[in-house]
């Protein structure tokens, strides 16, 4: 992380003629181990926070401007504060530029301009929550850069308000939730109703998390994304005109026992998005006592039948996707594999026995650029500490 830093700071020099007094932020990606499409059904999740991050170096430039420097992209943006709407280009600006916004609408945040270098080791498009790292890590820059500190719950939601309503994806708080409040050995099973979360023990000496990447970049669209959302809210509306003896705001609200009641008033397409939310989210429920307990197979078939469900109910996966868990299911020492993220693309997550992991790893690569020609990325990953601010500026 040291020699890290130098190049990042090395960089700002370069950019902004100094590193003295200059502040650095961390936020992690983030690995969701079950619990796709949840969150903004006001559902469950159980995510980890893992290594991979987004590191930003900041110091207030004395202006009313943000002067945003990209070391993965070598690309560089400018926002003036007073600006009224979102920059065109570069596109990744609006992440910190929306977060620049929010901090100004809802906490009322005289904020300064800044100097910033952004640098992240996280794959963009992967599935590994590369915008929500930025998000966060940027809040934290900005906030220090003023000397605030807000509460983490309201960091959350602001960041994720930031990229609803300024990048233009309207992702629930998964993501931003597990970068702030991710822990090392533990995963976080988040009520993203209540914004409220409890810390599951994740020993990973007897098994382990692998993420492969499929190096696919299709990532899930505003339509599609849209699409989804609109499905789920038609299959609210129905479910409350259907089910009268309680109030159904979300799909968070139905149970599986309550789905043979629905599916001859339902359009099949409605049912099947129902039916992946409303089984996602006894799934988590599950997934999160058996980890707790270390009932690696029991959390193994939940994670099988969450992919299944992605792939068949929500119709979010690819072929790559279903080729990479299909893999991942023949090999010795796997307990489960399902794809991670909004999907069309990015990672899988596997659970695989701790013997069988450097074998898994190896083979999974080997046959998947076999079949597609395509060379994976393969690692183990572990939970991690949630974001900081590693120094404030001076």
């Not at 002067?67 to 560089?76: C, D, P, Q």
């Not at 952004?118 to 940027?138: I, N």
């Not at 450097?358 to 990325?377: L, M, W």
């Amino acid at each position: 992380m040291i020699d890290r830093q130098n190049a990042i700071l090395l960089k700002f020099k370069e950019l902004y003629g100094t590193s003295e007094g200059v502040g650095v932020t961390r936020a992690p990606g983030r690995v969701n181990i079950i619990g796709g499409h949840t969150d903004y059904n006001e559902g469950f999740v159980l995510p980890i926070a893992i290594a991979r991050d987004t590191v930003v170096a900041f110091k207030p430039n004395g202006s009313q401007e943000l002067n945003v420097h990209s070391m993965a992209l070598e690309e560089s943006g400018t926002f003036p504060l007073d600006a009224p709407e979102m920059p065109a280009e570069p596109q990744w600006l609006r992440y910190v530029a929306g977060v620049a916004r929010v901090l100004q609408d809802e906490a009322s945040l005289d904020l300064g301009g800044v100097d910033m270098v952004v640098h992240t080791t996280l794959p963009v498009g992967g599935g590994l929550s590369s915008s929500a790292a930025l998000e966060v890590s940027s809040a934290l820059a900005l906030t220090s850069a003023v000397r605030v500190e807000l509460d983490r719950h309201e960091l959350a939601r602001m960041c994720m308000t930031a990229e609803n309503k300024h990048a233009g994806m309207r992702c629930g708080v998964m993501d931003q939730y597990a970068a702030l409040f991710g822990e090392a050995g533990s995963a976080v099973r988040l009520d993203c109703r209540s914004m409220q979360h409890e810390l599951i023990p994740c020993s990973t000496d007897a098994a382990k998390f692998v993420v492969c990447d499929t190096g696919v970049r299709r990532e899930l669209g505003t339509s599609e994304y849209d699409e989804r959302r609109n499905e789920c809210e038609r299959g609210v509306a129905e479910a409350a005109r259907i089910l009268t003896a309680q109030p159904i705001e979300a799909l968070r609200d139905l149970v599986p026992g309550e789905l043979s009641a629905l599916q001859p008033e339902l359009d099949a397409v409605i049912f099947k998005r129902v039916r992946h939310v409303v089984t996602e989210n006894a799934r988590v429920l599950d997934a999160a006592k058996n980890m707790r307990q270390q009932n690696y197979v029991a959390l193994g078939v939940l994670m099988d039948a969450s992919h299944e469900s992605l792939r068949d109910d929500y119709e979010v996966s690819c072929e790559e996707l279903d080729t990479m868990v299909e893999i991942a299911w023949s090999q010795r020492g796997v307990y489960g594999s399902r794809m991670t993220g909004g999907g069309f693309g990015g990672c899988t997550i596997s659970l695989v026995d701790a013997e069988h992991v450097d074998s898994f790893c190896k083979n999974v690569a080997v046959a998947y650029e076999a079949r597609t020609g395509i060379p994976p990325h393969v690692y183990v990953c572990a939970p991690e500490n949630g974001a900081r601010v590693i120094r404030p500026a001076s």
